[in-house]
């Protein structure tokens, strides 16, 4: 079904409130929930022409919705992984000269840890861990299933944390 500009607008008016609430539950950042509501808006109006009308078009968008949430949700798990995990060794502007000596250490320690990961595994822990590349966009980009992508970031990432640990208990070795 082909809508015109008329009815797009339409369609925002009417509904966007009601999206922009049911998004503001899954995030109090206002930016956030702006975007995340212009991210349903397009994915409605990209697949509107699909729109064969077997539900309500509030259904609809609400399904879209809800997706849209799912994925961010998700985003922010993974980057929440990704900074405890590969990031906390990031120096801070107030530590003291000891403690910048250390972080430093604990940097180095965690690059020797991703350069010892196997190709694949650095690819796709920097695709979906840094880059922030969609399961789909890595999928594409390695030319896997979306689930090799899953599974394989999945043990990247169990085995990125035994390398940090096995280096940095090596590390303590060494001052013992």
């Known amino acids: ?7 797009i607008q339409r369609i925002y008016r009417l509904y966007f409130t009601d999206v922009y609430r049911f998004l503001a539950a899954f995030t109090y950042d206002q930016n956030e929930v702006e975007d995340l509501t212009q991210e349903v808006f397009i994915r409605l109006f990209k ?9 309500e078009l509030k259904t609809w968008l609400f399904s879209i919705a809800k997706h849209v949430a799912i994925d961010y949700s998700k985003k ?6 990704i900074q405890e995990q590969l990031f906390k060794y990031i120096p801070s502007i107030s530590k003291s ?3 910048l ?14 350069k010892e990961l196997k190709h694949t ?5 920097i695709l979906r861990g840094i880059q922030e590349c969609s399961i789909a966009e890595t999928a ?3 030319g896997w299933s979306e689930s090799k992508v899953k599974v394989t970031y999945h043990r990247a990432i169990k085995k990125l944390k035994i390398n940090i640990l096995e280096l940095n208990s090596e590390i303590e070795e060494r001052w013992v």
């Open 47 to 55: 697949s509107l022409s699909s729109f064969r009308g077997e539900s």
């Open 76 to 81: 922010r798990k993974r980057q929440k992984i």
């Open 121 to 125: 595994y650095k690819a796709v822990i």
């Open 140 to 142: 594409s980009i390695m």
């Open 101 to 114: 000596y250390t972080s430093k250490e604990d940097v180095n320690s965690l690059y020797v840890a991703l």
């Open 1 to 7: 079904m082909k809508k015109s500009e008329g009815e």
């Open 97 to 99: 000269p000891e403690d």
